[in-house]
């Protein structure tokens, strides 16, 4: 997406909420689809939502937004309660992005940015300007009086953003924007909500991709069968289970010899060798490794390669439930 | 623009954007109407092209054959005369002539003896007006023959002398017989075959407006607008406001597209224009009932295009938009009324034979109160969905 100035309206309670949800549960027949989910986001905020397909983050969503009742728990966007038959002045601070492209095909670009600005009461010189603006966000400008059936999936999808955008929403919740998008526009997606926090505006935002929630969010909140069951950013997410970094060293000389020295070193939990290389078991391994060289240097073994590998999300979820995070 | 109105213009801009839509609201019922007012337009005027053979050659026949040539009649027949009898079914089977009368010989002679000997009337079994038509006249003059019969034999009775007789019955033959039957029409007005079917077609294909709209909702539902829409700061009735209208103002651009095109074109009479107006708004006002039930009704956009197709053809072929109701047989009629169509054009053929614009007030109360019941309908089945 272009570099554009993106503006949110800081609104927060006194708290410094954005959002705040308390106990959100939602039935579906017997099933029960969100248990209990309470999540708080502040003001400039990139809150991640992260789980598998059916853990119950677009039924989370959904009533986030007041598309959806709860059986039970509360939502407040700004201080003003949400309701799925009315809270209008919480909608009014809501930008709301769909997983689908939630587009008219037979509109142009503009059309449709001017039609679902005209839903949030823009209207006349604001409408105009806010619209252009959006075109210029999601650069598509230039492709503005085209109709979106002859887009392609990723300006569709720049598109479906941008339409959440019009009317500079105070929370900005995107369900799974970058599904089914290529790489080269999942790059822009990403960059910009990226900006869109940087610019104050709090982001509610949820994805099965790893990689996207620690590229973007402030904090994480991991979702499974309907129940958040871990929260916190991602350093806190990794403290939380205990999982440690490991340091891989490719290197000639006397190997075993080096590994048993490692082990003397502090925040160093355990190495071994094989075919060539050396794996440490470590604390904080970056802020180890000027040690591990030196040791290295002072045993005459010649280092070819060091990486770090440092526990993530897809392991502090296994970690927590036991299983990989399901496509 | 308020949301309402933003609403229901995208909704429009939308549908001018289908060129289906185009053509089932407007080239489509011009093209239809025009069509069946040409093959119903006997219901404007007809005539006979028929034959005639005299294998009697008497002075009956001859009378007969001047009968048919009678200057009263000549908007309704024109006459041929051919040799034979294979020459007129000839005729009759190529469809040179709709009908041919055969004289038998005789006829003349067997008329004053008192004994029959019938005009045979020729017609082919796919043109059985033309035969009917034929068949009157034949009849006409044996009624005429017998009357004249009739007043001579009782002339007779009466002590009249055989001198007298050849200028008695010339006098009885000259006089015809008194009508029978006078036809009292409502209106003032003859109802043209376009009269009829223009509203009739301009109201069959403005009911798939409903079917439209129907489907568009669930569309809307499927690709996530819908949602989007209602996440926006707008009470619930404004989206299906929003809808209702665009549905009103596709059915009436398509009526009112129907009823100038008609009256332009082929000079349809629709009546007065505030009472057509009040019949056009109170039957769109119908077919918004109808979307809201067919939408209450239905799950999916598939269900909704069936639902939609079935109460569409169902309306029609009750209210009589492919007929006149006035030909249908009398249960028909009486469930024609229970359709808003059938009302509507109950209010047109009033209005199209001269009717004051006061024949409309029951047929809009009629529909108003059919799209009160729809609507009423639709939020309860809507409500209990909720639950």
């Known amino acids: 997406m272009a570099q554009a100035d993106v503006t949110a309206t800081a609104r927060s309670t006194t708290t410094g909420a954005v959002l705040e949800c308390s106990g959100l549960t939602r039935r579906f027949g017997g099933r029960v689809a969100v248990d209990g989910v309470s999540l708080r986001i502040a003001p400039g905020e990139t809150y991640g939502l992260l789980g598998p397909n059916g853990a119950g983050k677009t039924t989370v969503i959904r009533m986030v937004c007041g598309l959806l009742r709860p059986d039970a728990g509360t939502v407040v966007v700004a201080g003003r309660t949400m309701s799925a038959a009315g809270g209008l002045r919480a909608r009014e601070l809501i930008g709301y992005v769909p997983q689908e492209v939630a587009l008219y095909p037979d509109l142009t670009a503009r059309e449709n940015l001017r039609f679902f600005g005209r839903m949030y009461r823009l209207r006349g010189a604001r409408l105009n300007r806010r619209v252009e603006a959006v075109l210029e966000l999601v650069d598509l400008t230039e492709r503005a009086g085209e109709r979106v059936e002859s887009f392609s999936g990723g300006m569709r999808r720049r598109l479906n953003i941008g339409a959440g955008l019009l009317h500079e929403p105070t929370l900005l919740v995107l369900d799974e924007p970058t599904v089914g ?13 990226q900006r869109f926090g940087r610019s104050g505006m709090a982001v509610l935002y949820t994805t099965h991709y790893m990689e996207e929630a620690e590229r973007l969010c402030d904090r994480v909140g991991i979702i499974d069968h309907g129940r958040l069951i871990a929260e916190g950013t991602h350093g806190e997410l990794v403290a939380q289970v205990a999982e440690r970094d490991t340091i891989k060293l490719v290197a000639t000389g006397d190997l075993a010899t080096f590994a048993v020295a490692c082990r003397d070193l502090a925040g160093v939990h355990g190495a071994d060798t094989t075919d060539g290389e050396v794996h440490l078991l470590a604390d ?11 040791l290295a240097d002072r045993r005459g073994v010649t280092v070819r390669s060091v990486q770090v590998i440092e526990p993530d999300l897809e392991s502090v979820f296994l970690h927590l439930t036991g299983t990989a995070l399901r496509e | 623009m308020s949301p309402v109105l933003a609403i229901a213009a995208k909704d429009l801009r939308q549908r001018l954007r289908d060129r289906s839509a185009i053509v089932l609201g407007f080239v489509a019922p011009v093209v239809i109407a025009t069509l069946m007012s040409f093959a119903f337009g006997g219901g404007d005027s007809y005539h006979l092209d028929a034959a005639v053979v005299d294998n009697d050659h008497g002075e009956l026949a001859a009378a007969f054959t001047q009968v048919l040539r009678d200057p009263e009649l000549s908007d309704l027949v024109t006459v041929r005369t051919v040799p034979s009898e294979a020459d007129a079914r000839s005729q009759v089977d190529s469809g040179e002539v709709g009908a041919a009368f055969v004289i038998p010989a005789g006829f003349t002679a067997a008329a004053r003896g008192g004994t029959a000997a019938p005009v045979t009337v020729l017609g082919r079994v796919d043109e059985p007006v033309a035969q009917q038509v034929g068949q009157a006249i034949a009849d006409g003059f044996a009624a005429q023959l017998d009357a004249v019969r009739l007043s001579v034999a009782t002339a007779l009775s009466s002590g009249a002398t055989p001198d007298g007789l050849p200028a008695l019955a010339a006098e009885a033959a000259a006089r015809r017989l008194p009508e029978q039957v006078a036809a009292v029409p409502a209106g003032t007005r003859q109802l043209r075959s376009i009269s009829y079917f223009g509203p009739a077609m301009g109201i069959f294909f403005a009911l798939f407006a409903v079917s439209f709209t129907a489907r568009g909702y669930f569309l809307e539902r499927q690709t996530g607008t819908l949602d989007r829409i209602r996440a926006a700061p707008l009470r619930p009735a404004v989206v299906l406001a929003g809808k209702s209208l665009a549905t009103l103002g596709y059915a009436l651009a398509s009526l009112t597209t129907m009823a100038l095109v008609t009256t332009l074109a082929f000079d349809a009479y629709w009546g007065p224009p505030l009472a057509a107006a009040a019949l056009l ?21 598939r269900q909704a295009e069936g639902i939609a197709a079935m109460l569409t053809f169902g309306l029609v072929l009750l209210g009589g938009n492919f007929v006149y109701v006035s030909m249908a047989p009398p249960l028909l009629r009486t469930l024609a009324l229970l359709t808003p169509n059938g009302w509507a054009l109950r209010g047109f053929t009033d209005l199209a034979t001269g009717a004051g614009p006061s024949a409309v007030l029951v047929p809009v109360l009629a529909m108003l109160a059919f799209t009160a019941a729809c609507g009423g309908l639709a939020v309860l089945l809507s409500r209990r969905a909720a639950r």
């Open chain 1, 181 to 193: 998008v290529d790489p080269q526009s999942r790059h822009a997606i990403l960059e910009s909500i």
């Open chain 1, 284 to 294: 904080f391994g970056r802020r180890l490794l000027p040690a591990v060289l030196e």
């Open chain 2, 281 to 301: 708004v109170a039957m769109a006002l119908a077919m918004v009932g109808l979307t809201a039930l067919v939408i209450s009704l239905s799950r999916t956009e």
